[in-house]
């Protein structure tokens, strides 16, 4: 089975700081991995994802990941945050084969101070 | 604007009663999918159908129950509603019927039961 963990439902940082949001994945088999963003009144939206490409990820809004397999990890980073960049983030995964389901960790909520 | 649309936005409903919830995917996509997000619970994949038929269960009650009808549009059923049905749903659509594959996701309906 596999599952998500995130570390800190709540990260604050200032403006123009770094970004690194965590998250470490258990997983019987090669994953896919998934960062999404969660604006306040709306749905999901996907910021990036590791299929077994390059395992450092490129995505939406400057955003980026590594994928660390001795690590079991998949922290997500931003060289310098925006006030518009607060918002809920999920991190989650997927075995690379068959046909189960996304498993979400429980969010990251990311704060961003002026 | 992901192009997956939901309607209500809000829904307010008491304990017992039946209420459907519409979902219509992304011009072109065949698979939609259903989550429930709750504060205690995280977000959970409820149901996946795939043109018209069901292709992967989660963690639904059976009190609810979904279909996809021709257009591709699908509704999810939640009968005998409790107080803990309270939620986000969320619906999310596919051009694929792999669980994996990207998915884009509409902005919710907010469920409140009384």
């Known amino acids: 089975a596999q599952s998500v963990t995130q570390l800190g439902s709540h990260v604050s940082v200032s403006e123009g700081a770094l970004v690194l949001l965590r998250c470490n994945y258990s997983?019987?088999?090669?994953?896919?991995l998934f960062w999404y963003v969660q604006y306040p009144n709306q749905g999901l939206q996907l910021l990036l994802k590791y299929t077994s490409a390059a395992t450092l990820v490129k995505g939406i809004n400057g955003f980026e990941a590594e994928f660390k397999k001795s690590e079991t990890s998949f922290h997500l980073t931003k060289p310098s945050a925006h006030m518009s960049d607060a918002a809920e983030y999920f991190c989650?995964?997927?075995?690379?084969?068959?046909?189960?389901?996304?498993?979400f960790g429980k969010g990251t909520r990311l704060s961003v101070i002026a | 604007d992901s192009g997956v649309t939901q309607t209500p936005k809000h829904l307010i409903t008491a304990t017992g009663q039946r209420v459907t919830l519409r979902c219509s995917p992304r011009s072109g996509d065949l698979s939609v999918y259903w989550y429930q997000q709750s504060l205690d619970q995280g977000l959970q994949f409820l149901i996946q159908y795939y043109n018209g038929e069901e292709r992967a269960k989660g963690n639904i009650l059976e009190r609810f129950s979904a279909q996809q009808f021709p257009d591709l549009h699908s509704e999810l059923n939640l009968s005998s509603l409790e107080l803990g049905d309270s939620a986000l749903y969320f619906c999310?659509?596919?051009?694929?019927?792999?669980?994996?594959?990207?998915?884009?996701f509409g902005p919710g309906t907010r469920l409140t039961v009384l």
């Open positions: 997983s019987s088999v090669p994953p896919y």
């Open positions: 999310a659509s596919s051009v694929g019927a792999s669980v994996g594959g990207t998915q884009y």
């Open positions: 989650a995964v997927r075995p690379a084969g068959g046909n189960t389901p996304l498993v």
